[in-house]
T-cell receptor, first 113, second 113 residues
Framework: EPEVTQTPSHQVTQMGQEVILRCVPI?????FYWYRQILGQKVEFLVS????????KSEIFDDQFSVERPDGSNFTLKIRSTKLEDSAMYFC???????????FGPGTRLTVL | AQSVTQPDIHITVSEGASLELRCNYS??????LFWYVQSPGQGLQLLLK??????LVQGIKGFEAEFKRSQSSFNLRKPSVHWSDAAEYFC???????????FGKGTRLSVIA
């Protein structure tokens, strides 16, 4: 069964460094998302992406964040200058459209020291 | 504002006992409702979903949920809990189309012998 994959599973970085989180959505899906979950808290929406552009973003998704689909398969989230409060689990999701659900990847745990 | 409330932070049940996890939502449009399960260190797995039609929906692993529009609720049930059901359960609401999901804070389920 097709699935969303994410790499790395765990990333440790120093405050102020740039990180890129990678996702491979399900191949015939059209919509892509990033969510994050700070430890012990709920899952929060960051950004959605369709047709090579951002379709919606939350207030969390400020200028430090960017997304890209550099080729036909990968979908990336870049954090330009990480802060301690960026430490969280980041989930990628993809959606085919219509009456289907969003499929979530296993997540990348980002730890900012 | 769109929101999902899961009033129970932590529930402990005995193996073999029945389970009900509560979820209430506030959503302006016709809601699409989901239950996801997250095992420790894992991603989000869809248990079941409701888009329309029969208000009692069946999911994987023996779970079911009932949509009650009058109560704005979508409670998750299982008649007999297994030790492997111990996990975090998230209720989420969305809408038709490319709509980000809004999650509740989750309910942690512990199962005792």
């Amino acid at each position: 069964e097709p699935e969303v994959t994410q790499t790395p599973s765990h990333q440790v970085t120093q405050m102020g460094q740039e990180v890129i989180l990678r996702c491979v959505p399900i191949s015939n899906h059209l919509y892509f998302y990033w969510y994050r979950q700070i430890l012990g808290q709920k899952v929060e929406f960051l950004v959605s992406f369709y047709n090579n552009e951002i379709s919606e973003k939350s207030e969390i998704f400020d200028d430090q964040f960017s997304v890209e689909r550099p080729d036909g398969s990968n979908f990336t989230l870049k954090i330009r200058s990480t802060k301690l409060e960026d430490s969280a689990m980041y989930f990628c999701a993809s959606f085919r459209g219509g009456l289907y659900e969003q499929f979530f990847g296993p997540g990348t745990r980002l730890t900012v020291l | 504002a769109q929101s999902v409330t899961q009033p129970d932070i932590h529930i402990t049940v005995s193996e073999g006992a029945s389970l009900e996890l509560r979820c209430n939502y506030s959503y302006g449009a016709t809601p699409y409702l989901f239950w996801y399960v997250q095992s420790p260190g894992q991603g989000l797995q869809l248990l079941l979903k409701y888009f329309s039609g029969d208000t009692l929906v069946q999911g994987i692993k023996g779970f079911e949920a009932e949509f009650k529009r009058s109560q704005s609720s979508f409670n998750l049930r299982k008649p007999s809990v297994h030790w492997s059901d111990a996990a975090e359960y998230f209720c989420a609401v969305g809408a038709e189309g490319n709509t980000p999901l809004v999650f509740g804070k989750g309910t942690r389920l512990s199962v005792i012998a």
